[in-house]
T-cell receptor, first 114, second 113 residues
Framework: DTAVSQTPKYLVTQMGNDKSIKCEQN?????MYWYKQDSKKFLKIMFS???????INETVPNRFSPKSPDKAHLNLHINSLELGDSAVYFC?????????????FGPGTRLTVT | GENVEQHPSTLSVQEGDSAVIKCTYS??????FPWYKQELGKGPQLIID?????GEKKDQRIAVTLNKTAKHFSLHITETQPEDSAVYFC????????????FGQGTELSVKP
């Protein structure tokens, strides 16, 4: 069973388009995250939701809009895609207030904007 | 601001040798220090972590040491094997910031058979 899954795994699109990435976790966690990994492999947090409430909102262009319909799902919608948005996007989840701070990562979505 | 410096950026060792990766950080309120391993085409996976009230933790061939006063922590891998080849990331969890992790720049470890 996949703990944190993302769809699609690969996404190739043109500048100006709008696209969405979906994430689901079956770990029963209450907190989910979106990270961006650039071409130099630097990992940076973008957003975090706890029980469907936005708790971390880093300095990210407002073309990026996360949505959490329930605790097990966190989607990322990107409007007006730009070349610089090309990266690997990782979803992660954790249990807030639990004995472990571990964040479990999904397999990533490689976004290529042409 | 919140910052984590990780060194070296690349590390090549012979199978059976030890590998050490070091990280320094600036946020004194950090309370949790995980290490993640990322294999090609996969997401990062936790391999070991340490909390601020512990100085050292070991799990088979891997160990982590933490010096809170000096604000640095290190990953030690002994008896390296080719399957240890991957990118390793250190991270810090900022205190009272919703579980926010700040990652180091990563170390690409290559273990030559």
């Amino acid at each position: 069973d996949t703990a944190v899954s993302q769809t699609p795994k690969y996404l190739v699109t043109q500048m100006g388009n709008d696209k969405s990435i979906k994430c689901e976790q079956n770990l029963g966690h209450d907190t989910m995250y979106w990270y961006k990994q650039d071409s130099k492999k630097f990992l940076k947090i973008m957003f975090s939701y706890n029980n469907k409430e936005l708790i971390i909102n880093e300095t990210v262009p407002n073309r990026f809009s996360p949505k959490s319909p329930d605790k097990a799902h966190l989607n990322l919608h990107i409007n007006s895609l730009e070349l610089g948005d090309s990266a690997v996007y990782f979803c992660a989840s954790s249990q807030r207030g639990g004995s472990s701070y571990e964040q479990y990562f999904g397999p990533g979505t490689r976004l290529t904007v042409t | 601001g919140e910052n984590v410096e990780q060194h070296p950026s690349t590390l090549s060792v012979q199978e059976g040798d030890s590998a050490v990766i070091k990280c320094t950080y600036s946020d004194s309120a950090s309370n949790y220090f995980p290490w993640y391993k990322q294999e090609l085409g996969k997401g990062p996976q936790l391999i070991i972590d340490i909390r601020s009230n512990v100085g050292e933790k070991k799990d088979q061939r891997i160990a982590v040491t933490l010096n809170k006063t000096a604000k640095h922590f290190s990953l030690h891998i002994t008896e390296t094997q080719p399957e240890d080849s991957a990118v390793y990331f250190c991270a810090i969890r900022l205190g009272n910031q919703g579980g926010k992790l700040i990652f180091g720049q990563g170390t690409e470890l290559s273990v030559k058979p």
